[in-house]
């Protein structure tokens, strides 16, 4: 009588045990969909539904689940926005493939011993992105010495869905910049002597491990600087200044943020005040490059955003669904310096196109899940040191806790920066990173906040 129930119970349990395989699985027809695959949008549901049965709740709980409970609700509602839902498919269908990517990785992330699995498969997917991008990109001619390298590069990866005419050059920088700072600090980290000590790895493997980790980096690195992206490159290298701050303590790190802060205004007053000043600034950029002033894209950006803005001006609750803007700007809002035979893509500005996709209550999710995820960082960053007390990241040495923890905030903060000027909107497919990224941010905070309820428990017992 009982066997029917249990049988359901012990299939749950095994669906339950292997989601990240048979997500991984079905990524590639999340990844590339069809109207007549559209029943692969309930893989993801499917497995919450297995761990709902196998453990009494279908995700884990995080301070992410609020914001992202808002933008999965606008994503539905975008639905009924959207002028044509096959042409949302892709985005909506990148959008369930990343949600599920975050809850699977950020489950993983919270038990120290899968931790690293769980980074080892983010760091692994950043390198093979970045070698497709080198044989499958449809690369710039902005910076002449970049630009002179890249008729060398051939061309193998070319005609797959999306990206017909090869990658988005910088779509390829803005997704490695989620990468790039998570192999600086694990190189840093293996570099040094405190570094291997506390990681524990010793003799031959410290070697091979170095070598891996800075190899694959360097060449992350380089075929991010191929993209020859003006505004990724310009955010890479605002990211260690930004960060420098947590470095630092006491007087020294209130000096440099009152200095950072300052500089800010004094760059913002003079290219407000002086608008000679940001042509200036613009026309040494262009000297380094081969694009002359009057066809420099902050041009036709500027109109891009301001058709943005009229876009969440008629749109606000809803969106216009997404991926419509690409279509929409050209029939509602006509742009002047922007063929209408030229597909834009998105609103070069990542909180402008998520608003444009998910109305203004999906642009307060998007940036609520930064914030948050911040505040995690910043939770991790001020935790205990290991001079007494407990480590908040329980197996994890506060050596290597700072560490990824700026690896890992590094790659959200220049992405953010990045995101400011350019976009990976929401859905797109490299995005999966994002959420790959935010899943070990979680998880990382998860293993704290337990490490601190032991203690806490510990010190009670004691006392």
Same mark, same amino acid.
């Given at each position: ?10 299939? =749950? ?10 997500? &991984?699985? !079905? ?22 539904? $297995? ?49 599920? !990517? ?71 920088? &803005? @997704? ?10 694990? @190189? ?24 891996? @980790? ?6 992350? /690195? ?23 701050? !947590? =470095? ?40 380094? @490059? ?6 420099? %894209? ?25 991926? !419509? ?8 809002? %006509? ?23 998910? *109305? ?52 959200? /903060? ?13 859905? $797109?497919? %490299? &995005? ?30 004691? *006392?």
């Amino acid at each position: 009588m009982f066997a029917f129930p249990l049988m359901i119970k012990s299939a =749950a349990a095994f669906v339950d045990r292997w989601d990240w395989v048979l997500l &991984g699985l !079905a990524a590639p027809l999340l990844l590339f969909p069809a109207p007549m695959r559209t029943p692969a949008l309930l893989i993801v549901p499917f497995l919450w539904l $297995a761990a709902w049965i196998a453990r009494g709740r279908p995700v884990e709980q995080t301070p992410l689940n609020l914001p992202l409970l808002l933008l999965s609700g606008m994503m539905l509602v975008s639905l009924y926005a959207t002028f044509d839902i096959a042409f949302s498919l892709p985005k909506i269908s990148g959008m369930v493939l990343g949600l599920g !990517a975050f809850f699977a990785v950020s489950r993983r992330a919270a038990q120290p011993h899968q931790f690293w699995q769980a980074l080892v498969l983010f760091l692994g997917l950043g390198l093979a992105i970045a070698i497709a991008s080198l044989f499958g990109t449809a690369w710039a001619w902005k910076i002449p010495g970049l630009a002179a390298i890249v008729p060398r590069v051939p061309r193998i990866i070319s005609g797959l869905p999306g990206a017909e005419a090869g990658f988005n050059a910088n779509e390829v920088a &803005g @997704t490695l910049l989620w990468i790039i700072p998570v192999y600086a600090a694990l @190189t840093i980290l293996l570099a040094s002597p405190t570094g291997r000590s506390a990681l524990g790895v010793r003799g031959l493997r410290t070697g091979w491990a170095l070598i891996g @980790t800075a190899a694959s980096g360097l060449l992350i /690195l380089a075929v991010f600087l191929l993209a020859q992206s003006r505004g990724a490159i310009f955010a890479l290298a605002l990211t260690p200044v930004l960060l420098l701050p !947590a =470095a630092l303590r006491g007087r020294a790190r209130r000096i440099v943020i009152a200095l950072l802060i300052i500089l800010a205004l004094a760059l913002y007053v003079a290219a407000v005040i002086w608008p000679a000043v940001a042509l200036y600034l613009i026309g040494v950029v262009n000297g380094l @490059t081969r694009i002359d002033l009057a066809t420099e %894209p902050i041009q036709g950006r500027l109109e891009t955003w301001s058709r943005a803005i009229y876009g969440i001006q008629d749109f606000p609750f809803t969106g216009m669904g997404m991926n !419509a803007f690409r279509r929409v700007v050209h029939v509602l809002y %006509p742009l002047f310096l922007v063929s209408p035979d030229t597909d834009i893509g998105h609103a070069h500005n990542e909180f402008l196109q998520a608003a444009l996709d998910l *109305g203004i209550p999906g642009l307060i999710a998007f940036l609520a899940v930064y914030l948050t995820a911040f505040w995690m960082l910043v939770e991790l960053w001020r935790g205990p040191t290991g001079e007494g007390g407990a480590v908040m990241t329980g197996a994890l040495s506060p050596v290597i806790r700072r560490a990824l923890v700026l690896g890992l905030g590094g790659g959200l /903060l220049a992405h953010f920066m990045y995101g400011l000027l350019d976009a990976v909107a929401l859905g $797109a497919k %490299p &995005g999966v990173i994002f959420w790959m990224l935010l899943g070990l941010i979680t998880g990382l905070h998860s293993q704290g906040q337990a490490s601190a309820r032991d203690s806490s428990r510990d010190r009670t017992t004691s *006392g």
